[in-house]
């Protein structure tokens, strides 16, 4: 087994560092102010939503969730002594875990199934120093041969604990001298470890609001491990117009104000209002009519002289127009008979002629026009459609004949014998109809 080589971190840890050094930089030329926030409970998992300088926070995804950084420190050293040599090397690992390795559902995967290679599950940052020594010895006096042993040492070292009953402090750093616009946006940074800087080893963890999802080790100074969490969840939360919350993202090519014109609106989908005048009369004509046949009733029944007066000539009239209207409904039943077979249309409609709203009218229109596209489908006579001729009719196939009427006994011209039939009817160039002459105004 070959020894470990140092690994270099991905390209978008790079950028997180160059990023966060940037924001270092900018901090340390202006005069921050720091503002602070404490976790009201001690789990963090029923705290992890905050508001701090007027922006919410949530680190809830981030709660339970287990970052291994491996620190590119290799130390290799060779001693020969004659009868053998050894080659050692050395790897780094972190653990970050907000909240403590307790909450995260995978262990350590240095080495499985081993309670001593592991931080206790209230460590939020362990140190895991790995050592490969690989021995060779001389065997032999004229002829050399090498045996090599692999031997691996885990020392884990909990860096930053939390112990239980302790609250976690957020900070955030703000530039009250910045009066632009776009005021500049700081990581939110976690500070875990002892109360004073030179108790015990301590981590720092700045949030950083990017697009990525990265860990990256910044180094180590005076006990304190620095590093910077790359992640979504770092940005701040701006309210929306409907109370909800959106992300604000860092442009990392610059800050960009100018927004998209909003969709004009043609009018075109604005339907005309529909006429519902007529329909408000008849509302208040029945109101009306209610009203006064309420107003004589109680007037009938409160009176007992108009009940008497009431009763008495309304019978002597039902008793006198009874003949006249029986007499009358015998004379004018031949007419009702003649009228009936002469018209094509009931009376009824004669006296309501069909007519639509100007916003039924432009309803109709937009799905006449959304269904371009679609085929029609010829029913009545689909078979006297030739598409390969040039004027794409042809009278002889008019092969099924289908009334457009509500009863096939009111169809103009001859009638089927059933509904669907083939009729015996001749073309139209037979029928006189294609040729002009008196064919035209007379069915044959």
């Not at 050894?86 to 690992?93: D, F, P, V, Y």
């Not at 307790?102 to 001593?116: F, H, Q, W």
Request: aromatic share 6%.
């Amino acid at each position: 087994m070959d020894l470990v080589s140092p690994s270099m971190p991905p390209p978008s840890i790079l950028f997180a560092s160059l990023l966060l050094i940037s924001h270092l930089t900018a901090r340390g030329q202006a005069r921050p102010v720091t503002l602070t926030h404490t976790a009201t409970d001690s789990d963090l998992r029923r705290s992890c939503t905050f508001k701090l300088n007027g922006n919410q926070y949530d680190l809830c995804p981030l709660v339970g969730s287990r970052r291994v950084v491996e620190v590119p420190s290799v130390d290799a050293d060779e001693d020969n002594r004659g009868e053998g040599s050894s080659l050692s090397a050395s790897r780094r690992l972190y653990e970050v875990a907000l909240g403590g390795l307790g909450l995260s559902d995978d262990r350590s995967v240095m080495i499985a199934n081993s309670e001593a290679t592991v931080c206790d599950d209230d460590t939020w940052v362990c140190m895991l120093d790995m050592t490969y020594a690989r021995t060779e010895t001389a065997i032999g006096v004229s002829e050399t041969q090498t045996r090599g042993k692999l031997f691996r040492e885990l020392r884990p070292i909990p860096i930053a604990r939390k112990a239980r009953g302790e609250k976690v402090t957020f900070g955030l750093d703000i530039d009250e001298d910045d009066e632009s616009p776009a005021p500049r946006v700081y990581p939110l940074r976690l500070f875990i470890g002892g109360r004073g800087i030179h108790d015990r080893p301590q981590a720092k963890i700045d949030l950083l609001c990017h697009e990525s999802d990265e860990v990256a080790f910044l180094g180590e100074e005076r006990g304190v491990h620095s590093f910077v969490w790359a992640t979504p969840h770092g940005c701040p939360m701006r309210p929306r117009r409907a109370g909800r919350w959106k992300v604000a993202m860092i442009d990392e090519e610059g800050d960009d104000k100018t927004e998209p014109p909003p969709d004009e609106d043609d009018g075109d989908g604005d339907l005309l209002p529909s006429n519902n005048r007529r329909s408000r009369r008849w509302i208040a004509a029945i109101i009306v009519i209610s009203v006064l046949s309420v107003a004589c009733g109680s007037i009938l029944y409160s009176s007992e002289r108009a009940r008497h007066f009431t009763a008495e000539h309304v019978a002597s009239a039902a008793h006198a127009l009874t003949p006249l209207l029986s007499m009358a409904a015998i004379k004018l039943r031949p007419v009702a008979h003649l009228v009936s077979s002469v018209t094509t249309k009931s009376i009824s409609r004669l006296a309501t002629p069909f007519r639509v709203g100007d916003s039924q009218l432009v309803q109709w229109a937009e799905e006449d026009m959304a269904l371009d596209d679609s085929e029609d489908t010829m029913v009545n006579g689909g078979g006297a459609y030739d598409p390969y001729e040039l004027d794409r009719w042809r009278g002889d196939g008019l092969d099924e004949y289908i009334p457009l009427t509500i009863s096939p006994k009111y169809g103009r011209g001859r009638r089927a014998r059933s509904y669907g039939a083939t009729p015996d009817v001749e073309t139209f160039a037979e029928r006189g109809l294609a040729s002009g002459g008196v064919g035209r105004f007379f069915h044959k």
